[in-house]
C-alpha cells in the first residue's frame, strides 16, 4: 500500500488560510468516509484534528475543517496561528482492511 | 480521562530483541483496536498494523512481517509491540494508538527505540 501524496510543505501569514491536499486512489480515500487528520508537533504525540472527512473532535478549533472530492481529501486551517505550525498527517482505511498514511506537510506560520 | 502510557526509550545492540509496552486507562480495554506506527528519523508516520483486542488477532503491514510481534495482556489493559533481530533501520519512535474504523483517536507518546552498537 503506497503512502497517500501530501505536498511537503506549506507556508502562510498569521489570519491567512491553507489548505492540504491528500490524494490516494479509489481503493483508500476514494472508497471510504474514514479519512483523518493529525496534528504532530516533535516530541509530542500526535493529536486527532479530523475524522470521517469532516468531524471534528470535542476540543479541536473550528479553524479546522476537512473535505474530499474523489480521490483527494483536504485539511483547511483557517486563521493561521503560530501554534498551528505543525506536521499534518492524513489517514485513510484502505480496502484490504488496513491503514496508509500520507507522507506528512510540514506547515509554517510567516 | 483515555491515557495510553508507553514504556520508556530502549537502547539495543544489532540481533537484540525489544518489547514495548502500552497502558490504556480510561475505557473498556477490549472495547477498541490498538493500532501501531512508526517514525523513523527525518520520516514521517508509518502504519504498522493492529491488533483485535477482543480476539487478540494481529494484522501486520507489508513490512512488518516476521519480526514484529503484537500482543496484548487484557488482565492490565496493555498492549505490547515486540522487534526481534533488531537492525539499524528499527531506529525510530514508536506509537501505541487507540482506533476504531474512522482510524486512531488518542495516542500514546512515543517511545524511542535505538539500535546501536
Known amino acids: 500500500q503506497s503512502a497517500l501524496t501530501q505536498p511537503a510543505s506549506l507556508s502562510g501569514s498569521p489570519g491567512q488560510s491553507i489548505t492540504i491536499s491528500c490524494t490516494g486512489t479509489s481503493s483508500d480515500v476514494g472508497g471510504y468516509k474514514f479519512v483523518s487528520w493529525y496534528q504532530h508537533h516533535p516530541g509530542k504525540a500526535p493529536k486527532l484534528m479530523i475524522y470521517d472527512v469532516s468531524n471534528r473532535p470535542s476540543g479541536v478549533s473550528n479553524r479546522f475543517s476537512g473535505s474530499k472530492s474523489g480521490n483527494t481529501a483536504s485539511l483547511t486551517i483557517s486563521g493561521l496561528q503560530a501554534e498551528d505550525e505543525a506536521d499534518y498527517y492524513c489517514s485513510s482505511y484502505t480496502t484490504s482492511s488496513t491503514r496508509v498514511f500520507g507522507g506528512g506537510t510540514k506547515v509554517t506560520v510567516l | 480521562q483515555v491515557q495510553l502510557v508507553q514504556s520508556g526509550s530502549e537502547l539495543k545492540p544489532p540481533g537484540a530483541s525489544v518489547k514495548v509496552s502500552c497502558k490504556a486507562s480510561?475505557?473498556?480495554?477490549?472495547?477498541?483496536?490498538m493500532n501501531w506506527v512508526r517514525q523513523a528519523p527525518g520520516q514521517g508516520l508509518e502504519w504498522m498494523g493492529w491488533?483485535?483486542?477482543?480476539?487478540?488477532?494481529?494484522m501486520y503491514a507489508q513490512g512488518f512481517t516476521g519480526r514484529f510481534v503484537f500482543s496484548l495482556d487484557t488482565s492490565v489493559s496493555t498492549a505490547y509491540l515486540q522487534i526481534n533481530g533488531l537492525k539499524a533501520e528499527d531506529t525510530a519512535v514508536y506509537y501505541c494508538?487507540?482506533?476504531?474504523?474512522?482510524?486512531?483517536?488518542?495516542w500514546g507518546q512515543g517511545t524511542l527505540v535505538t539500535v546501536s552498537s
Open positions: 491488533i483485535n483486542t477482543k480476539t487478540g488477532s494481529p
Open positions: 480510561g475505557y473498556t480495554f477490549t472495547g477498541y483496536a
Open positions: 494508538a487507540r482506533t476504531l474504523q474512522s482510524g486512531p483517536d488518542y
